[in-house]
């Protein structure tokens, strides 16, 4: 597996070893990038050096952040400094759950604020959410628990405190990073790229750099006829609208807007999903590839 890439060189753990490899020209050719995560077949030369021959098939990815095979995408959202986005955080579930991810929220900082309106929008949706507080260390035990034996991927807006959580959960987080910069001659701020850190037999972690605030690029909108299924909560309703070629968004006889009435949909998630169906809704086929 590959557990880190940097400078055109790939760091791959197999057999509980670590091989510095190159990938095989043909990978350029073919314009395939190897991710962090994935699982490939290397080959080592006669000369001490190593190439990755093969990538195997993906169970799923991200491009921003490069990641393959992934099982939990875990949201890093902080209660304040800096303050949530409820779209951004909607549209990076969205992507998690287009591409077979499973998401994850832990609200960060709850010794500052406790919350409770990002916890009551969050609480109807299916979406596993956590309170934690580097600062007190309550709610760290629970996510060291999600994490094991599963490939996790941090991700969230810089500040939000990842690192500083990362660094709770596991007091080896920091010196591998360390211990990994150094061996590349390179300062921990600098090597703002994706690494896999092995927190124990198979527990890994990503350490992945911040999203901008509006991280969202085109290759990451999600079609229109697709967009409902990524609201895990829409699901049960989408086939009761009066109308079938019902958008969700302001018709009719809507079982999804009902159920927003109702208060059984969160009115925060259904204002994105309507903010997002705008952004697609007249994009063509090739606008999203
Ligand atoms: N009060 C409080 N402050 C925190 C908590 N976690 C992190 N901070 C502070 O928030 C700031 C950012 O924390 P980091 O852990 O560096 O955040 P990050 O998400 O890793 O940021 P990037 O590396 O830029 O992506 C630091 O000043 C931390 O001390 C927390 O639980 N409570
Ligand atoms: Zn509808």
Redesign the pocket.
């Known amino acids: 597996m590959i557990v880190r890439g940097i400078g055109g060189f790939y760091y791959v753990e197999a057999a509980g070893s670590l091989y510095e490899c190159k990938a095989r020209g043909l990978f350029r050719k073919k314009k395939v990038t190897p991710y962090v995560g994935d699982h490939v077949t290397i080959r080592l030369e006669n000369d001490g050096t190593s190439t990755i021959e093969e990538i195997l098939p993906r169970a799923n990815y991200l491009i921003r952040p490069p990641i393959a095979n992934i099982d939990q995408l875990i949201l ?1 959202v ?1 209660v304040c ?1 800096p303050s949530p986005n409820t779209l951004i955080i909607d549209k990076t579930i969205a992507a998690a759950e287009a591409r077979g991810i499973e998401p994850v929220i832990v609200l ?5 604020q406790d919350g409770g309106w990002l916890i009551d929008i969050y609480r109807t949706t299916g979406i596993l959410l956590l309170t ?5 260390g309550e709610g760290v035990e629970a996510v060291r628990e999600l994490l094991k034996g599963k490939i996790s991927a941090f991700t ?12 709770q959960i596991d007091s080896r987080f920091h010196l591998e990073t360390g211990e990994i910069s150094q061996k590349l001659g390179r300062g921990r701020h600098t090597t703002r790229q994706v690494a896999l850190l092995k927190l124990s037999g198979e527990t890994y972690v990503a350490d992945t ?2 999203f901008s605030s509006i991280s969202l690029e085109r290759y990451d909108l999600i079609k229109k006829e697709r967009l409902p299924y990524c609201f895990r909560e829409f699901i049960p309703y989408l086939n009761q609208c009066k109308f079938s070629t019902c958008s969700h968004t302001c018709e009719k006889g809507c079982a999804v807007l009902q159920a927003v009435q109702e208060g059984i949909i969160s009115k925060s998630r259904h204002e994105s999903y309507v903010a997002m169906y705008q952004e697609v809704k007249d994009l063509k086929e090739w606008n999203l590839k």
């Open positions: 890093v902080s400094d960060s900082k709850t010794d500052l934690v507080s580097s600062v007190t969230g807006n810089s500040g939000v405190g990842k690192t500083s959580l990362l660094n750099p911040g």
